[in-house]
């Protein structure tokens, strides 16, 4: 059973942002459909009913859609724990914010702060990311903690910063600082990362599919070889649809430790010479 | 019933259930991934006093998690605790010793699981990591319900791939065929046609040398301490002072005895290997059985081998 909701338009000046925290396949699956209009979405100081922002189709349950571009939507999906919600649109800030099951399928491109703080689910996000993608909640300590990320395009700055547990995965580029004081967990960019991958990071792993070795002295060469844990990973991202290069699955990789002003107990690999990854995405 | 000139006696086998795990261990190369499975099930024949049951599965798998030539074993045991006493133990000295040998779980989604990589992680002094598979990613690439951990162990060529965990599930020990034949060297040949035929099914072992038993055994003995001793109504050279159960014109007795996963594998492995012993200077095949008493399994020869013609 699918509910899906239309945005109508968007009458609103920019700068307006609208946050609808009921717009959740488990929130919405036991309610009929008047009830559902009536659920309200706040914009700035006010509320609208969600029956004028949207025309409604289907029927609740597990699976819900939502259609137009819903970049001035701030936390969509946010808090979420079972189901599937999908986007058929960009969306705002902070979406899938605090997520613990479900999946999270954004069609389009993602606001900044996508994932923060989540502790379990899925979050697809086709297009690209923006910055903070998987980093902690305002005031938080811990980035994403369990859960899996996948982005197909590219990422803003400072993706997976202060990631504990879990996977983030992006088919494109990186920005700046990708992995930056990671406690764990495992960040694979397909593409390029900008300087400072992995910058204070003190446990997990970045899995650079091209550049250069990471420039900061804190990291050091530490051998290389075929991981064979990284074959569990690229199986299971490409069985949830992740486009990875195919020379991937058996690439040799250098490996670099760091960031040894801190604890230095995480990794950054790297293809190895001859092994040279094709792009991502 | 006879099957190629072999008479197949009216009889059965039976058999009694163990706790199973079942993994994969793979490597660089098909030679590597099998050095570290013989190892690691060696001194495995029989729970009497090997403490645990284990082979290698037959047919290599098409696939193995990390892409490497790999080769399924099973290990049989009678309890969980007691299995993953063995299983850590022989993980831990013939797979993780073994050059660049990985190890993980082949059974799938199961009810009950035991530690393996968790307890071994310890060799790694500190220094090893784990990376956990989130379950919704472990569900769409391996039919996985729940969320898949590995540990990485350094060593001194890389670092040991181990699964935190392994599943278990109750599994049929036991299952055996009997080989009579006029000669040692026409019986041997039988019992070898009969191993290369199981060795071509699935979820099945044949946890003894090369498959194969000589010294089968009864329940009992005259000494008191002894809970086993030689199958004396089997050996030909008590013919004359036991009550025997040969057939004049046999000289030679072998077993196959097959351990697996489910009772339908055992039997579609006895009737394959009892099919293929038969033949020239084979008098019969037949199985071994306690008059029901032991084991809650009973394989019926001639039902298995008219099922499976």
């Known amino acids: 059973m699918t509910l899906r909701l239309m945005l109508r338009g968007w009458p609103y000046p920019p700068g307006v942002e609208a946050e609808a925290p009921d717009l959740l396949p488990e929130r919405l699956a036991s309610l009929a459909r008047g009830a559902i209009e009536d659920r309200r979405v706040r914009l700035g100081r006010e509320e609208v009913r969600v029956g004028d922002l949207f025309a409604i189709e289907g029927t609740p349950g597990d699976d819900l859609t939502l259609a137009g571009d819903l970049s001035a939507f701030a936390r969509i999906g946010a808090g979420m724990s079972q189901g599937r919600l999908r986007i058929e649109g960009n969306a705002g800030i902070a979406a899938g914010a605090g997520m613990r099951g479900g999946r999270l399928e954004i069609d389009g491109d993602a606001g900044a702060r996508a994932g923060e703080g989540m502790t379990g689910g899925v979050i697809v996000v086709r297009g690209s990311a923006g910055d903070d993608l998987g980093a902690p909640a305002p005031g938080g300590t811990r980035g994403a903690d369990r859960g899996a990320i996948l982005v197909g395009g590219n990422t803003g700055a400072r993706a997976g910063r202060r990631m504990r547990r879990g996977l983030i995965a992006i088919g494109g580029d ?43 002295p804190a990291f050091v060469p530490s051998g290389s070889g075929r991981f064979s844990f990284w074959s569990l990973y690229d199986e299971a991202l490409r069985a949830a649809g992740a486009r990875l290069p195919e020379r991937w699955r058996a690439a040799r990789f250098r490996r670099f430790v760091g960031d040894r002003t801190g604890s230095g107990l995480g990794e950054i690999l790297l293809p190895a010479p001859g092994d040279t990854m094709e792009g991502g995405g | 019933m006879r099957i190629q000139g072999t008479f197949i006696e009216d009889t059965y086998a039976e058999a009694f259930s163990l706790r199973a795990a079942r993994l994969v261990v793979t490597a660089d190369s098909p030679a590597w991934a099998q050095t570290a499975a013989l190892s690691m099930t060696g001194f495995a024949t029989s729970i009497i006093a090997s403490g645990c049951e284990a082979g290698m599965e037959g047919p290599a798998p098409e696939t193995t998690p990390d892409g490497r030539p790999g080769v399924r074993v099973i290990l049989l045991a009678r309890s969980a605790a007691e299995l993953q006493d063995q299983v850590v133990r022989r993980v831990g000295q013939c797979v993780m010793t073994a050059a660049g040998a990985s190890c993980f779980d082949a059974l799938g989604a199961t009810d009950e699981s035991i530690r393996l990589g968790s307890l071994l992680r310890f060799f790694g002094d500190g220094q090893q990591t784990s990376k956990r598979i989130d379950p919704a990613l472990a569900a769409a690439a391996a039919g996985q319900v729940r969320a898949r951990r590995l540990w990485r162990i350094p060593v001194m060529d890389g670092e040991f791939v181990v699964d935190d965990r392994c599943g278990i599930r109750k599994a049929v020990a036991g299952g055996n065929v009997l080989i009579l034949g006029r000669s040692a060297e026409v019986t041997l040949a039988a019992a070898e046609r009969a191993v290369a035929a199981i060795r071509r099914q699935p979820e099945v072992v044949l946890p003894f040398p090369g498959g194969i038993v000589r010294s089968g055994s009864k329940v009992g003995s005259k000494y008191r301490k ?65 008059g029901g008493r032991l084991g809650k399994h009973l394989f019926h020869l001639r039902p298995l081998l008219e099922g499976t013609r």
Do not use: K
């Open chain 2, 226 to 290: 002894l809970v086993a001793s030689t199958n004396s109504p089997y050996c030909p050279t008590l013919r004359v002072v036991v009550e025997t159960a040969l057939p004049e014109e046999v000289e030679s007795v072998l077993e196959i005895v097959i351990d697996g996963l489910s009772v339908d594998a055992v039997g579609a492995a006895m009737a394959a290997g009892a099919r293929a012993a038969c033949g020239p200077g084979i008098v019969r095949i037949g199985a071994g059985n306690y």
């Open chain 1, 174 to 216: 990186a920005g700046p600082l990708a992995g930056t004081e990671m406690l764990a967990g495992t960040l694979v960019v397909a593409g390029r990362a900008d300087e400072g991958a992995g910058t204070w990071m003190r446990r997990g792993t970045i899995v650079l599919g091209a550049g250069s070795p990471p420039s900061l």
